[in-house]
């Protein structure tokens, strides 16, 4: 694929980054069923003959930050006639993000010019926001309370306990020729977080006939707290890949030149349903299709871009934002879909088609019941057996009102514990006597799904004592299995501040300064890494090559 960013012979370094992958990767996941994913809707059209899946060895060749090495987020991914002008190539990160998206024009994901955040901010991701209790946002919190961000990516690197990156723990995957599907669980992404994150996503990547690339999400809210600002997705392209940017489809929503979180939000039914990216020349183009939903269900959905920092081509950052805002209530218990589609191709060729499939896209609550999900009596009775629990019920799949139950891998234990509680064992207390949550702090080393039970399943004593965690752990569970007339008569929430949404903008500040890398890419060249100690330093720290 060629482009301004095409595709380069890859360095030996690099290929040496790919071979070792697959052993240093940490993200085993067990292989999901049938059986497991019959809630999921169908593909909008059926799949391509014509796709090849791309495995975890697999660089993309891209030029990226320095510092930052692209072996520790690949996972897997996808490639559809990659050298046809309509061709694509998707790679997809650990945490579920899509990391590099490359077509005829070249790599269109940004070049993460943003230090303490390597394939964590500027990707294409789900993102869920509490506003209750999300200290960044100005409604009167104190100063020193902490964001409310839960990530489709992983953590900042703002915690000295965890110099290195963590994306969210892959809990179960299913890779084919022409789909990609996998489920995570998502984290807070300001760390050390005093909120826990009880959010699951299950994201399909498919491959669709027409040549589009279908990205499908199901978001589960097991945890306590209400979810009221989301982004379905978070994304954006390279300004200097793609400088032609008309983002409602009509022409009357160019880019011009303001910032992000300058610009004012459009609700979707104002739009033709697609953005539209392309270079001069009008080939090579991009269309992202978000669809045009009317606002029912209790969510409203609007579209916000604008530039990450100088709207510039010259920017560091060459990052144009784009984010669909889904204002809704999404309760304890609660699920929803969201469907939507990248098509690749001349100008000519994607307008047709993205107009196409702006009526395949999805926005919308899902009922998941015990029908949605099959019953599988013998592992129930062994469940039952197994954790001593009269009554306990079990599914494969996700239940609205029900909990994940996880095998979770203790470092100092041999065999896997069954809990539905992820964060066993690993709160602490910060430097302000703060109860903080490290997910990323070694005492777990994996965490897998087995399925869904209807109550609590505490987690046996660890070295650190969690009787703390096993009450607040069954509290939470109280607050699940929302009833239906309680989700007809509430109320929309609050509009969430427009500086939530801005918060992955803004966090290159003074705290960051420590972190200011300027030179060798992870395969570049040794002259530069000789010239700044401090690249070197980081990736000494963070174990990078």
Known sequence: MGGA?????????AVICGVLAAACAGTRADELTDTALAFLPAPALALSGEAKAIGVDSASGSSWHAGFCERRVQFGGLAYRPEQPDGWELRVGKGGQIYSLRCAAGET???????????????????????????RSPRGRPADAAAYFIHGSGIYL??????????????????????????????????PSPHRSGVLCYARFAALQNGALEVTYVLLNFGPDTLDFLNLPWGGVRSSVFPYKDVTGAQQGKAGRDRFGRTPTVPLARTQGFALFSRPDRTGAMAWVY??????????????????????????????????????????????????FFVFGSEDHIRRVGAEMVGHARLQRLELTEDTAPTDGTAEAR???????????????????????????????????????????????DARGRTVYR????????????????????????????????????????????SNAEHRTSSPPPPASAG??????????????????????????????????????????????
Not at 159 to 184: A, G, I
Request: proline share 8%.
């Open 5 to 13: 960013n095409g595709r380069r012979p890859v360095p030996v370094a």
């Open 109 to 135: 994901v940004p070049p993460q010019k943003h230090d303490a955040a390597p394939w964590v901010d500027e990707v294409w991701q789900a993102v869920a926001v509490c506003s209750e209790k999300n200290g």
């Open 158 to 191: 703002r915690d000295p306990q965890r110099p290195k990156p963590f994306y969210n723990p892959v809990l179960l995957v299913e890779r084919k020729s022409n789909s990609l599907t996998m489920v995570n669980w998502l984290q807070q992404a300001h760390v």
């Open 291 to 340: 669809g045009r939903h009317e606002d029912t269900g209790g969510i409203k959905a609007l579209l916000r871009w604008g530039y990450a920092g100088v709207p510039d081509r010259a920017s560091p950052r060459d990052y144009f934002v784009t984010s669909l805002i889904a204002r809704t209530a999404l309760k304890p218990g609660e699920a929803l879909l969201r469907r939507y």
């Open 383 to 429: 469940l039952r057996e197994t954790l001593g629990i009269e009554g306990l019920r079990f599914r494969h799949g996700p239940v609205c009102g029900w909990l994940p139950l996880f095998h979770i891998y203790l470092r100092n234990r041999k065999e896997p514990v069954l809990t539905t509680d992820p964060y066993a064992g690993l709160s602490s207390k």
């Open 439 to 482: 997910a990323y702090d070694g005492r777990i080393t994996r965490w897998t799904l087995k399925g869904f039970v209807d109550r609590p399943v505490p987690a046996p004593s660890t070295p650190r004592d969690n009787s703390t965690l096993d009450v607040e752990h069954s509290a939470l569970h109280s607050r699940l299995r929302p």
């Open 500 to 545: 939530a949404e801005s918060d992955f903008l803004s966090l290159t500040g003074s705290l960051l300064c420590s972190w200011r890398l300027s030179a060798a890419r992870c395969s570049g060249s040794t002259s530069a890494a000789r010239s700044t100690g401090r690249t070197v330093a980081f990736r000494r720290a963070t174990g990078c090559c």
